[in-house]
């Protein structure tokens, strides 16, 4: 068992890298602010994407796994989306400070929830 975990452990770290510090398209293609105080690190480097960023991204991967769901995601894909503008809006406001973690689930919640969701409108649009 405790081989299991340590491969895991290995293979989520080389995934991670590979993801998000050593993938070059990812710094040109999505345009992130990408703050080092907003951002995660990994051995000492800094992803290229902010913690929201990374968050949407991981969830855009696992999105696909939701697709036989998705007229379901709609309302949820909905209030991710709330979430997600509230947490930026009052942190751009200034009315509190967000924290990565934070940043990371709102992030998360709305990249897996958007793909099957707009999928589920585009799909109940052309049917009408």
């Known amino acids: ?22 993938n070059i398209w990812l710094y040109y293609v999505w345009h992130c602010h990408s703050l080092p105080d907003r951002s995660f690190n990994i051995e000492g480097r800094q992803f290229h994407v902010c913690a929201r960023c990374t968050g949407i991204l991981g969830g855009m991967l696992g999105s696909i796994l939701l697709l036989p769901i998705q007229k379901h995601l709609i309302w949820p894909f909905a209030v991710s989306t709330v979430c997600l503008g509230a947490d930026g809006l009052t942190q751009l406001l200034r ?10 689930m709102t992030g998360m919640s709305f990249g897996l929830t958007a793909l099957p969701a707009l999928i589920a409108v585009g799909s109940l649009l052309c049917h009408k």
């Open 1 to 22: 068992m405790k081989s299991i975990a340590r491969w895991l452990q290995i293979f989520s770290k080389a995934f991670l890298m590979k993801m998000y510090v050593d």
């Open 95 to 104: 009315f509190r400070t967000s924290n990565n973690t934070l940043r990371l």
